[in-house]
């Protein structure tokens, strides 16, 4: 599943995979954490609808308990994060942001590699990596960033769902201000 938006964004948000109701619509961020993002994306000042959002793999990785119907989530490794990479460097190539939001672990490795760490390096201003400039464009002609965040779902998990919200929402005003 590739993402969904405006293809001349200017803000790129790049979750970690589809997630069961995701997978089922055909659509990125459409379940409960989407929900969640969309109503700190308002908080913040950015507007969705002007936004891209995407995944960094882009297949839903899931098990089944035995007898279950549920589809559990289950975490992508390397090796699909490499093999889906050229699917979200076209994405960001042809959209050519001027701000990149990692929504979670998963998606700051697959934008910045194995050492990323989103708990050392969110809500910051990171450089970004000129292998993100769009097609044909000059990567010095204008600044741009990424903003790594904790993902949505983290909050739907989260014990002090109040605090992780409100880390979440000052990370996407870094982002906003960085636009």
């Known amino acids: 599943m590739f993402g969904k ?7 790129v948000l790049v979750g970690e995979q589809p997630g069961d109701q995701e997978d089922k ?19 913040a000042g950015i507007d969705r609808s002007a936004a891209y959002v ?24 390397l090796r699909e994060l490499t093999a889906c990479r050229p699917w979200l460097l076209a994405e960001l190539h042809l959209i050519g942001p001027d ?3 990692a929504l979670g672990a998963t998606a700051g490795k697959a934008l910045l590699g194995g050492s990323f760490r989103v708990t050392k390096d969110r809500g910051t201003l990171i ?8 097609e044909g464009g000059d990567p010095a002609d204008r600044d741009r960033f990424l903003v790594a965040t904790l993902h949505p779902s983290a909050i739907l998990r989260a014990d002090d769902r109040e605090a992780a919200y409100a880390g979440l929402l000052s990370d996407l005003r870094v982002a906003a201000r960085a636009l």
């Open 25 to 43: 619509q055909g659509e990125p961020f459409v379940g409960p954490a989407g929900r969640l993002l969309g109503k700190a994306l308002e908080e």
């Open 127 to 134: 450089p970004l990596p000129e292998e993100y400039a769009a």
């Open 5 to 11: 938006g405006d293809t001349s964004a200017r803000i």
């Open 99 to 101: 701000v990149v939001v």
């Open 54 to 77: 995407t995944n960094a793999v882009k297949h839903f990785k899931f098990t089944r308990p035995e007898g279950g119907k549920r589809r559990i989530h289950k975490a992508p490794d």
